[in-house]
């Protein structure tokens, strides 16, 4: 099973700022298989980024995603204060056929 | 634009049985895989199985001794089971749908509502 980590736990910025989230693959994985989730309390997860780099739709071109291999990371530029939240990043396995999440980040206002 | 809604029972007593439909509206039940995927308050987010619409199934394997997924295609629904419930099994539960347009099925773009289960003697 791939154990994905994410780091850091928490990020502290203030609006207007960049923010750059990270997700580790505990071995590599096709780039087809990662996605990334934005999280608001008492909300269900929203998909923001699937196959590492590609945005979903209706999401703001101030996120992307990249990353290859093991590394993934997901970007966002000028941040706004509906953007503060938690995020998930999450990837499939097909032997055996199975989803996993990261841990989360939290991304406060500081 | 595809939506989902789910209800079961929100209390349960240890060793009880969790049980949580979801109805799938608006959009095609054929040719996706729907999934169900927990969170423990203040925690992240486990996956704990799938179906397509034939019955086809996979489960997370540290739940599949307990898990049951079935599927009525005749209502587009798709419901869980998870038998032998114990207080780690509190957590609002999430029906989904997979994303299987790129030909394999990698992430989920639809999300029910979610049912807060609590498990309490």
């Known amino acids: 099973e791939i154990v994905l980590t994410q780091s850091p736990g928490t990020l502290s910025l203030s609006p207007g700022e960049r923010a750059t989230l990270s997700c580790r693959a505990s071995q590599s994985l096709s780039s087809s298989y990662l996605a990334w989730y934005q999280q608001k309390p008492g909300q269900a997860p929203r998909l923001l980024i699937y196959?590492?780099?590609s945005r979903a739709t209706g999401i703001p071109d101030r996120f992307s995603g990249s990353g290859s291999g093991t590394d993934f990371t997901l970007t966002i530029t000028r941040l706004k204060p509906e953007d503060f939240a938690v995020y998930y990043c999450q990837q499939y396995g097909s032997s055996p056929p199975g989803y996993t999440f990261g841990q989360g980040t939290k991304l406060e206002i500081k | 634009q595809v939506q989902l809604q789910q209800w079961g029972a929100g209390l349960l007593k240890p060793s009880g049985t969790l049980s949580l439909t979801c109805a799938v509206y608006?959009?095609?039940?054929?040719?996706?895989?729907w999934s169900w995927i927990r969170q423990p308050p203040g925690k992240g987010l486990e996956w704990i199985g799938e179906i397509n619409h034939s019955g086809t199934t996979n489960y997370n394997p540290s739940l599949k001794s307990r898990v049951t997924l079935s599927v009525d295609t005749s209502k587009n629904q798709f419901s869980l089971k998870l038998r032998s419930v114990t207080a780690a099994d509190t957590a609002v539960y999430y029906c989904?749908?997979?994303?299987?347009?790129?030909?394999?099925?990698?992430?989920?773009?639809?999300w029910g509502q979610g049912t807060l289960v609590t498990v309490s003697s």
């Open positions: 608006g959009g095609s039940f054929t040719g996706y895989y």
């Open positions: 989904v749908r997979e994303d299987c347009s790129a030909g394999t099925c990698s992430h989920f773009d639809s």
């Open positions: 196959g590492a780099s």
